[in-house]
């Protein structure tokens, strides 16, 4: 058995991930182990050990780091069309012991210099038969999500992006997926971590079966101005590409981009996805007012659909700050396998003059 070289996640002084790779949509197998041209498990079930050295076993970094890993089960369908097993099964105990111990391990380690999360392969000829992974253990780390513009990484979208590519898959720097190499360190698709598109292809090519399911999903980033990366809504856009304002006048058109996903396994047509401004909290909710109506269909397997929408303040509005959002399927006339998914806040307030 081979000890590869190593995957480095991210920089420790900025906020998004050089995380593990898939292609334009798509999804591109890693090529780690020698001799290869495409490296995966060949069983269809990866089981990880969490340090409790480095994590309690009853601690909140613990728990969301065996979260993360849960998302890509495909057990139970979140993942429709695939086999793959994801699941935590057991501890390790040892300090430092995820580098060559015969099991897939996470673990904390000083990675000064060198990233944020770091993953290492080892191989049996073309197949990948441990791989580790460790967290940096300066820094500031968030067991959940912080705040937009709150300094720090969150444990989860990192975990899960480091599982991606202990599966077998490189970066795609192609779309706004959790393998996206410049995909920020603290941000879901929605509310919350998910298996995003690209991934989900990957998945079902290198782990397939003949199940079937669907899943609509709305994302809480885009493609912004650096070729690749991914920004936040709204993004103030100089590069020709639409101003996503976060402050207008009552009566005023603004413009947004939010990116829907199709993660199930069939085309779902005329979608109905709404956008609303809160009046009052930071919640969503369909009894927020709405800007804007559309009825997009949205195939699997493809690249996000993320059209330029104008939408109207109401001229009535009263000045003062809101939050606008939106919501796929708002009647939940789409039964999902994850529900969970469906909404998505912007990443700050809005204001009305």
Same mark, same amino acid.
């Given at each position: 058995?081979?000890?590869?070289?190593?995957?480095?996640?991210?920089?420790?002084?900025?906020?998004?991930?050089?995380? &593990?790779?898939?292609? #334009?949509?798509?999804?591109?197998?890693?090529?780690?182990?020698? *001799?290869?041209?495409?490296?995966?498990?060949? #069983?269809?079930?990866?089981?990880?050990?969490?340090?409790?050295?480095?994590?309690? /076993?009853?601690?909140?970094?613990?728990?969301?780091?065996?979260?993360?890993?849960?998302?890509?089960?495909?057990?139970?369908?979140?993942?429709?069309?695939?086999?793959?097993?994801?699941?935590?099964?057991?501890?390790?105990?040892?300090?430092?012991?995820? @580098?060559?111990?015969?099991?897939?391990?996470?673990?904390?380690?000083?990675?000064?210099?060198?990233?944020? &999360?770091?993953?290492?392969?080892?191989?049996?000829?073309?197949?990948?038969?441990?791989?580790?992974?460790?967290?940096?253990? /300066?820094?500031?780390?968030?067991?959940?999500?912080?705040?937009?513009? +709150?300094?720090?990484?969150?444990?989860?979208?990192?975990?899960?992006?480091?599982?991606?590519?202990?599966?077998?898959?490189?970066?795609?720097?192609?779309?706004?997926?959790?393998?996206?190499?410049?995909?920020?360190?603290?941000? $879901?698709?929605?509310?919350?971590?998910?298996?995003? +598109?690209?991934?989900?292809?990957?998945?079902?090519?290198?782990?397939?079966?003949?199940?079937?399911?669907?899943?609509?999903?709305?994302?809480?980033?885009?493609?912004?101005?650096?070729?690749?990366?991914?920004?936040?809504?709204?993004? @103030?856009?100089? /590069?020709?590409?639409?101003? +996503?304002?976060?402050?207008? @006048?009552?009566?005023?058109?603004?413009?947004?981009?939010?990116?829907?996903?199709?993660?199930?396994?069939?085309?779902?047509?005329?979608?109905?996805?709404?956008?609303?401004? =809160?009046?009052?909290?930071?919640?969503?909710?369909? #009894?927020?007012?709405?800007?804007?109506? *559309?009825?997009? #269909?949205?195939?699997?397997?493809?690249?996000?659909?993320?059209? +330029?929408?104008?939408?109207?303040?109401?001229?009535?509005?009263?000045?003062?700050?809101?939050?606008?959002?939106?919501?796929?399927? $708002?009647?939940?006339?789409? =039964?999902?396998?994850?529900? &969970?998914?469906?909404?998505?806040?912007?990443?700050?307030?809005?204001?009305?003059?």
């Amino acid at each position: 058995m081979s000890r590869v070289k190593s995957k480095c996640v991210g920089s420790l002084g900025v906020l998004g991930l050089t995380l &593990a790779a898939l292609g #334009s949509l798509g999804w591109t197998q890693d090529t780690e182990c020698p *001799f290869s041209t495409g490296d995966v498990y060949t #069983s269809s079930t990866f089981t990880f050990n969490i340090s409790t050295n480095d994590f309690s /076993g009853t601690g909140t970094a613990y728990s969301t780091i065996n979260q993360a890993g849960n998302y890509w089960d495909g057990f139970g369908s979140p993942i429709p069309g695939t086999d793959l097993e994801v699941a935590k099964v057991g501890d390790c105990n040892v300090e430092n012991g995820a @580098w060559g111990d015969g099991y897939e391990s996470v673990t904390a380690e000083d990675l000064s210099g060198i990233g944020i &999360a770091l993953t290492q392969y080892w191989c049996t000829g073309a197949v990948i038969t441990e791989c580790d992974i460790a967290f940096h253990n /300066g820094g500031t780390w968030h067991p959940d999500l912080p705040e937009y513009g +709150e300094s720090g990484w969150s444990r989860r979208p990192v975990m899960a992006h480091e599982v991606g590519h202990c599966l077998g898959f490189d970066h795609d720097n192609g779309s706004e997926d959790l393998l996206n190499s410049l995909y920020p360190s603290w941000e $879901p698709i929605g509310d919350r971590v998910s298996i995003s +598109e690209g991934s989900r292809t990957g998945a079902r090519s290198a782990y397939s079966d003949s199940s079937t399911g669907t899943d609509v999903a709305v994302a809480a980033m885009r493609f912004g101005d650096t070729p690749g990366k991914t920004e936040f809504i709204p993004f @103030w856009n100089t /590069g020709g590409g639409p101003q +996503e304002a976060f402050a207008a @006048w009552a009566g005023a058109n603004i413009v947004r981009a939010y990116c829907l996903h199709n993660l199930g396994t069939t085309t779902q047509s005329n979608v109905t996805f709404k956008v609303y401004l =809160s009046v009052d909290d930071s919640h969503i909710e369909t #009894s927020d007012v709405v800007l804007g109506t *559309f009825t997009p #269909s949205i195939t699997p397997n493809s690249d996000p659909y993320c059209p +330029e929408r104008t939408l109207t303040i109401p001229s009535g509005t009263v000045p003062g700050a809101y939050w606008i959002g939106a919501i796929i399927d $708002p009647a939940d006339a789409i =039964s999902e396998t994850i529900e &969970a998914n469906n909404l998505v806040r912007d990443a700050q307030q809005f204001t009305v003059y």
